[in-house]
């Protein structure tokens, strides 16, 4: 009698429905083209809390040290709307052509990545392209499908209108010899920068 109630609480079990655990990821890529030569584009990318003040909605970024940082962004679609704290780590500094990039958040079961990358176009200007990816797991995976589907496409599409306009603002245009005794790279960018505010142009 023994054996025979193991034999049948044994197929029982068996037949017991398992809960998968939900899981998603959802992925975005944005190309554009910035009209300013790869150096200047690197001059502003290769700082991430540039990278920070473009990002939508992100309040905040603690630089942690030269790979790591922790974000402050408030995100939301529709009525669903948080404010996270996003640890990001750069994977790789290959400049001027490419970030790889990770990044998860605290208290939450989200993590994710992304590149960037670029390239030098005939003309002098810059193709850039940004990749970048959500993942998430556990009860409130579907919550974050929800939010991040409609919402990274458009982020991705925000953040490099934003990088192309910064850059731009005060680039070198396309096809204009630099000015003489000009310096490259930061310090370059400086006197521009500078330039700009003062509302005039370097002498050539």
Known sequence: MRRRASLHLSAANRHRPTRIRER?????QHGLVIEAGIDEVWDYVQDITKWANLFPGCHSCEVIDEH???WVIKVGAGGLVKTVNVLVHVDQ???PGR?????SLEAEPVVGGGSYTAARSGDGSTEVGLQVR?????QMAPMWEAMCKPLLPQMAKT???RLKEEIEQVAVPVGAPA???????FLGWLSRLWSRLLGRQPSA
């Open 24 to 28: 998603i990821m959802i992925e975005a």
């Open 99 to 103: 970030v790889d990039f990770t990044y």
């Open 179 to 185: 000015a003489v005794g000009e310096s490259r790279g």
């Open 134 to 138: 959500v993942e998430g797991s556990g």
């Open 68 to 70: 790591d940082s922790r």
């Open 159 to 161: 953040f490099s209108s």
């Open 93 to 95: 500094w290959d400049g």
